[in-house]
C-alpha cells in the first residue's frame, strides 16, 4: 500500500471565473452606484448576461442594459454616462 499522498484534484476552472466574476461585479457597482449591478441565470441554473437596472437618471439613458461580459457592461455604462450627461446639458 502506498504512503504517499493521492495527487491533489486540479483547481475547477470554473471556481476561479467565479472568483473573477464576483471581483467584476463588486468593481462594477462600485464604479456605477447609479445603477443595479447583477448577472442574469441561464435556463440551465448557470450565470448568465451581466445586466445594469437604471436607478439614477443622472447616470444613463437607457432603463436596462444587458451584455454578455463584465468588460462590455462596463464600456456601456460608461456610454450611458456619457448620453446623460449631453441630456443633461440640452435641457438647459
Keep these: 500500500m502506498p504512503t504517499e499522498w493521492p ?35 441561464r435556463w440551465d441554473g448557470r450565470l448568465g448576461d451581466w445586466v445594469a437596472s437604471l436607478h439614477d437618471p443622472h447616470a444613463g439613458v437607457e432603463p436596462t442594459v444587458i451584455r454578455s461580459s463584465a468588460a462590455a457592461l462596463r464600456e456601456a455604462l460608461v456610454n450611458e454616462a456619457a448620453r446623460a450627461e449631453v441630456a443633461r446639458a440640452e435641457t438647459w
Design 7 to 41: 495527487n491533489q484534484a486540479t483547481p475547477n476552472p470554473h471556481e476561479a471565473d467565479a472568483h473573477g466574476a464576483d471581483e467584476a461585479l463588486a468593481e462594477l457597482r462600485r464604479d456605477f452606484t447609479g445603477h443595479r449591478i447583477w448577472r442574469a441565470v
